[in-house]
């Protein structure tokens, strides 16, 4: 996760990756055109790591071009280029829809089932986040429910002053000072309430509520 990007020569990644590009197609239909994003957790925050991964993989398309022998085309592609050409492949129109496309002669087999618990080796199954870190997860449990709740009663509180305010027009008129005091009263609030929102949904992060955040983000979890 933490590796940073470094410029590198071709003939060092070109074997490994054309290896693990050729692994990656044995896995679908269309074997010959695979999509492969890149990227990752804490990629590209920097236009200087952009421009070091741009060119790193330019290095390795050109020298995929100069080695026909690998039998490897590699391009920068987007989603509608690789869906136009996996269009083409099977035959069907472009605009063809995906229930269309599964009931075409020579189908894409659909994979179902119970997708849980997620294993990305043999027998390495991700559920410790079930468990890490319960009293954050509590946390976020009861700061849900009471924040559900101080918003239900501001809505209520904030109601009957409006209609407290129009019964008591002429009350208030001579008592400004009394109406600004509930007006800052109520906006200081709606802030408060707005703060813990985020601050409830930034929590939501798949690296918060899981409890598979760095011990520094925690933190700042917890002072927040």
Excluded: C
Excluded at 4 to 27: C, E, G, S, T
Excluded at 129 to 153: D, G
Aim: no cysteine; hydrophobic share 40%; aromatic share 16%.
């Amino acid at each position: 996760y933490f590796l940073i990007a470094l410029f590198l020569i071709p003939v060092n990644r070109a074997a490994a990756l054309a290896d693990q590009y050729r692994k990656k197609a044995v896995l679908f239909k269309t074997g010959n055109i695979v999509l492969v994003p890149l990227g990752d957790d804490f990629r590209f925050l920097s236009t200087k790591e952009w421009d070091i991964q741009v060119s790193n993989y330019r290095k390795l398309i050109q020298y995929y071009d100069d080695h026909p022998e690998l039998r490897i085309t590699l391009r920068f592609s987007t989603l509608s280029n690789y869906f136009d050409r996996l269009h083409e492949l099977a035959g069907v129109d472009s605009d063809t829809i995906p229930t269309q496309l599964s009931n075409h002669q020579g189908s894409f087999k659909t994979f179902v089932g119970d997708m849980f618990t997620y294993a990305d080796r043999d027998h390495d199954y991700w559920s410790g986040y079930f468990t890490s870190r319960p009293f954050y997860k509590r946390m976020s449990r009861t700061l849900e429910s009471e924040l559900r709740t101080a918003e239900i009663l501001y809505s209520f509180a904030r109601h009957r002053f409006s209609l407290w305010s129009l019964d008591s027009q002429s009350f208030l008129t001579q008592n400004d000072s009394i109406s600004i005091k509930f007006v800052e009263l109520f906006d200081k609030l709606y802030s408060l309430l707005t703060l813990a929102r985020r601050n409830l949904g930034l929590f939501q992060h798949h690296d918060g509520i899981t409890g598979t955040a760095t011990s520094r983000v925690v933190q700042d979890y917890n002072i927040r």
